[in-house]
């Protein structure tokens, strides 16, 4: 069986600040991760994916994740937030179907 | 490219009624699944569909069903809803069946049950 935890369902973070979304998995076999970002009444854009290349992800608008296996962790990390990235945000598994965290809401403060 | 096209995009229904959302994939996508997104419960999957073919289904009442056309077009029905029927349903779209697949969602359908 497959599952993601995203820790916090809200964060908040001062504009220029590092962003910092927390994702843990667990998965029975080698894990494909996403994370997806949702903007009001839009439906859920890729920001980034791991399917076993790189630890190190680099995904759009700035934003990268790092696998890490030993703390079966995927968190997305931003160095400088903008306004613009306040948004929900969603880690998934995939494995027969892809499976989704409860998501976390960014707010971002000027 | 034309994305995921969900229609309609706002609905509102009576308690007992049915329902149908509608779903077209980016060209060329022949995989099509549909969530359930509620505040309480998060993204919750439905069902996929691939070359006409349902290849997998979430833990929900045969009220919900769905069906793909030769084209890819997909629906989804929801038959005697419920108030707790109400939620943004979204339809992801894929090139091909695969875990490292990405997804192409759309904007959604926003359905209140009233």
């Known amino acids: 069986a497959q599952s993601v935890t995203q820790l916090g369902s809200h964060v908040s973070v001062s504009e220029g600040a590092l962003v910092l979304l927390r994702c843990n998995y667990s998965s029975s076999v080698p894990p494909y991760l996403f994370w997806y970002v949702q903007y009001p009444n839009q439906g859920l854009q890729l920001l980034l994916k791991?399917?076993?290349?790189?630890?190190l992800v680099k995904g759009i608008n700035g934003f990268e994740a790092e696998f890490k296996k030993s703390e079966t962790s995927f968190h997305l990390t931003k160095p400088s937030a903008h306004m613009s990235d306040a948004a929900e945000y969603f880690c998934a598994v995939s494995g027969d179907k892809i499976i989704f965290g409860k998501g976390t809401r960014l707010h971002i403060l000027p | 490219k034309a994305g995921v096209t969900q229609t309609p995009r706002y609905l509102i229904k009576t308690r007992g009624q049915q329902v149908t959302l509608s779903c077209s994939p980016i060209?060329?996508?022949?995989?099509v699944s549909w969530y359930q997104q509620t505040p309480g419960q998060g993204l919750q999957f439905l069902f996929e569909y691939f070359s006409e073919t349902q290849r997998n289904k979430g833990n929900f009442p045969g009220r919900f069903s769905g069906r793909q056309f030769s084209n890819s077009r997909s629906e989804m029905n929801v038959s005697t809803l419920e108030l707790g029927d109400s939620a943004l349903y979204l339809c992801?779209?894929?090139?091909?069946?695969?875990?490292?697949?990405?997804?192409?969602f759309g904007q959604g359908t926003r359905l209140t049950v009233v």
């Open positions: 791991y399917t076993s290349a790189a630890t």
């Open positions: 992801a779209s894929s090139l091909v069946q695969g875990r490292d697949t990405e997804a192409f």
């Open positions: 060209s060329g996508h022949r995989s």
